[in-house]
Structures are given as C-alpha cells and as structure tokens.
C-alpha cells in the first residue's frame, strides 16, 4: 500500500544533505566566514516552502512501487525530492531580483536580508551546483546517473527560457498588450512552470526506480505539461477572483503587467471600446485602474469562461489518464494523485 510522506518526514532528511554540501565546500578549505555564509543561505533558501515538489518524488515513487518505501529508498527519493527543491530555490533568488520583489515566504526576498544585496546572484549559482554536488554523492553509482544530470540540465534549459520569454513579453515598466497572446502565454507556462513543478518530480521516480522507459516518460509528459498549463492558469484565475484570506496573498497580476490567461482571454473578447480600456488601465500601479480592469473581467464574464475552461481540460486530462498503458511500470494513481491536489482548489 503506497503512502504519502509528511512535510516533518521530507525535511528531516534536509540536515544530512546540508552536511554533505558544507563538507563538499569544507574540502576545497572554504574559509569560516564564507562557509558559515553558505549554510545560511542553505537554510533559508530551500527551507520554508510547501516543498510539494520535492515531496512528489517519494510520494510518485510509493506509488509506483504500491508500498511504503524502505529507509533506504525514502532517503533516496526524498534527495531527489530536494534535489527540485534547490532547483526551486536557484530559480526563487534568481527571480525575485529580476522582479524586484520585497517578500518572500513572508520574509524578505534574499537579497533584501541584511548585507545580503547582490551577492545573491552567487548564492543562487551555488544552490544550483548543490544539486550536482548530491546527484554525484548519492546517485554516481545508479545506472540512470547520466540521465538524471541531463534531466536536471534540461529542465533547468526549459525554465530559462520560460522565464526569458516572460521578462521580455511582459517587462512591468512598459505595457504594450501587442506582446501579449495565447501562443506566448502557453510557451511560458510549459516551459517556466510545467516542466520543473510538474514534470521533474515524476520523471525522477521512474529514473530511480529504472523504469524511465520512452513509452513512461512520454505518457508522464503528455499528462504532466497539460496539468501544469491548468495549474497556472488556475494560479491566474485565483489571482483575481480567489479570496486573500484563502490563497494567502493579495493578487498582483493586474498591476504587474503580467501576460495571464485572463488578460489574454479578455484581449481575445473585447470589442474596440473595451480594448482601449484595457490599454489605458492594466499594468498601472494604482488601485483605481486596477479596479477598472476588474470591472471589465466581470463584465467579459472571465469567471464564467474560466469554469468552462476548467470542466474541459479536466475531462481531456481524465481521458488521456484512463489510456496510460501500465505495461512498463507506470501507474494511473501517479496522475489522479496529482489532479485530486489541484481540482477545484482555492488556494
């Protein structure tokens, strides 16, 4: 009988891996101070997050082992599991200096903290390296080694240019809606959110259990990337129309300029008269264009749009679930878990 990991179980494997990093750096006689650097940032960067990636890779490898896992098999999947969390990380530092953001998780963006500023550009290439540093400790010996450094290297290619063609689509100091279409917004979404959120985790458990064959990853592609679009254009539609109190922060999207599903299918809709009120409205810093362009969502019905969109895809999602051949190891469970998390969420 599979089992789900708990967030207390998943991150008490995270103090071996840091030790393991420390005396990595420790070899190459790393000096006290930048040593003591370096665990600050190992333990605030990769720490404090749901880590629902990470914790796929275990729960994805129950899964297709239908039990609960050993020690040594928890350990191993749970360092995958991290391993997407450094990822993570990397990417989160990284981001929030391009986005010029204050908070992170609550607390200042990283480099933000006190004494901090720009030397975060250096911390976020030492969490990446974090995870060449375990794959090869832990993983060297594996048949799928070299598939799992060009899994990493690949998915990490694929969110770049994500986050590329969504800096220069939707920079928030220049509003130009002409940039902004649904061809452009499904590139970034696959490629900046599925392949590392939904993807990784799962193509890592089939590599660790060697049964990475074509035919599984591509049927876990086929499913993940759509379930990913789903997840962010949900994430969009929450924005504006979920509750503060439920998602746990206060939606941006408007004023940020950002290319989301519902400026595209507003853009899709309007007639010449909406338009201008979009142009002369969205990506503004202030509230009461915020709250015109709000307007304008009720008035397009987006709400009512969204929950058509939702019942369709999901259907599609279903189907191509009921279809998986499991002949080489991969299980339907894998996928139905990974839709139960997010159907109807609010949050």
């Not at 050993?70 to 929030?96: C, I, K, N, P, R």
């Not at 809606?177 to 696959?190: G, Q, T, W």
């Not at 924005?239 to 206060?250: M, Q, R, T, V």
């Not at 009720?298 to 679930?321: A, C, F, N, P, S």
Request: proline share 3%; net charge negative.
């Amino acid at each position: 009988m599979a089992q789900k990991t708990t967030l207390q179980e998943f991150e008490s494997v995270f103090p071996k891996l840091e030790e393991a990093l420390l005396e990595h750096a420790r070899s190459y006689k790393l000096p006290a101070k930048e040593l003591e650097w370096y665990k600050r940032s190992l333990e605030t960067n990769p720490l404090g997050g749901k880590c629902n990636r990470g914790m796929s890779v275990p729960d994805s490898v129950s899964l297709l082992l239908g039990k609960a896992l050993s020690e040594d098999e928890y350990f191993h999947a749970a360092t995958l599991g991290w391993m997407t969390e450094l990822l993570q990380a990397f990417f989160l530092v990284s981001d929030d200096i391009m986005d010029s953001s204050i908070t992170r998780r609550g607390k200042p963006c990283w480099y933000r903290q006190e004494g901090v500023g720009m030397v975060a550009i250096n911390d976020a290439f030492m969490l990446e390296s974090a995870i060449y540093t375990l794959l090869k400790k832990y993983f060297r010996s594996h048949p799928a080694y070299v598939d799992l450094l060009e899994l990493f290297h690949e998915v990490t290619y694929q969110t770049e240019i994500g986050q590329l063609c969504d800096l220069l689509t939707a920079p928030e100091d220049t509003v130009n809606l002409d940039n902004f279409s649904m061809d452009k917004y499904r590139f970034i979404v696959v490629y900046k959110t599925a392949y590392y959120s939904f993807y990784l985790p799962v193509a890592l458990a089939l590599h660790q259990l060697n049964i990475a064959t074509p035919q599984n990853l591509k049927q876990a592609e086929d499913i993940l990337i759509p379930l990913g679009e789903y997840f962010q254009v949900q994430d969009d539609y929450l924005d504006n129309f979920g509750l503060p109190e439920h998602i746990g922060k206060i939606g941006t999207d408007i004023m940020d300029n950002k290319c989301s599903w519902l400026v595209n299918q507003a853009l899709a809709i309007v007639t010449p008269e909406q338009r201008k009120i979009l142009e002369e409205n969205y990506g503004r810093k202030n509230k009461d264009n915020e709250a015109v362009i709000k307007k304008l969502y009720d008035d397009l019905k987006l709400e009512q749009r969204y929950q058509e969109y939702e019942e369709k895809v999901v259907g599609e999602i279903r189907q191509k679930i009921a279809q998986i051949d499991e002949s080489e190891g991969l299980k339907k469970e894998i996928f139905e878990a990974f839709l139960g998390k997010i159907y109807k969420r609010s949050k």
